[in-house]
């Protein structure tokens, strides 16, 4: 607020010919300054506390409430979160669990290749995933004992 308050000062001693042009120079500057202060926040290693499921709660509520001055879009996500809850905020009732998946996703974004990543996206991909995980452990695929130009050769023999 501090920094916000500095860079009104600022402009209301300029007078601006383009105030749309002062209102994007600031807003650059007010990011940059986020930016900063989130990535001082990491470096000195300290992490945001996460808020209780009441506290969610409440403050989803209040947004849901607000849900007719969005955009048609974000209020059927709205919706589509209030559908949901019990599923998004399953992670409270479970000692130690973690309130993201960003571990099993940077597992995947660092150990698949990018066609293997995008077939995992539908539910499909997942399943054929599993199946061929499933073979994989039961040695399905193992070694042929004769290649397919062993066996065409094999065929082109008994044919002539």
């Keep these: 607020m501090k920094f916000l308050e500095k860079l ?6 300029k007078i601006l ?5 002062w209102l994007k ?5 007010f990011y940059d300054y986020l930016r ?11 992490n945001l506390t996460q808020r209780s ?3 969610a709660q409440k403050n989803f509520e209040l947004l849901f409430q607000q849900k007719m ?14 559908k949901n809850w019990e599923y998004f905020t399953a992670f409270y009732n479970i000692k130690g ?15 698949l290749k990018t066609h293997r990543k995008k077939a995992l996206r ?13 073979l994989k452990r039961t040695k399905g695929f193992q070694k042929p004992d004769k290649t397919l130009i062993t066996i065409y050769g094999l065929l082109k023999m008994v044919s002539t």
Excluded: W
């Excluded at 010919?17 to 042009?21: G, I, P, R, Y």
């Excluded at 900063?36 to 470096?43: A, G, K, P, S, W």
């Design 8 to 13: 009104l000062k600022k402009q209301s001693k």
């Design 17 to 21: 010919v383009d105030n749309k042009e």
């Design 25 to 29: 120079k600031a807003k650059q500057k």
């Design 36 to 46: 900063d202060l989130e990535n001082e926040r990491r470096r000195e290693g300290r």
């Design 53 to 55: 499921l009441k506290e």
């Design 69 to 82: 001055l969005f955009p048609q879009k974000i209020r059927e996500r709205l919706e589509m979160i209030k």
């Design 97 to 111: 669990c973690p309130a993201t998946n960003n571990a099993i996703e940077n597992y995947y974004s660092t150990s």
């Design 122 to 134: 539908t539910e499909k991909g997942i399943l054929n995933h599993m199946k061929i995980a499933a």
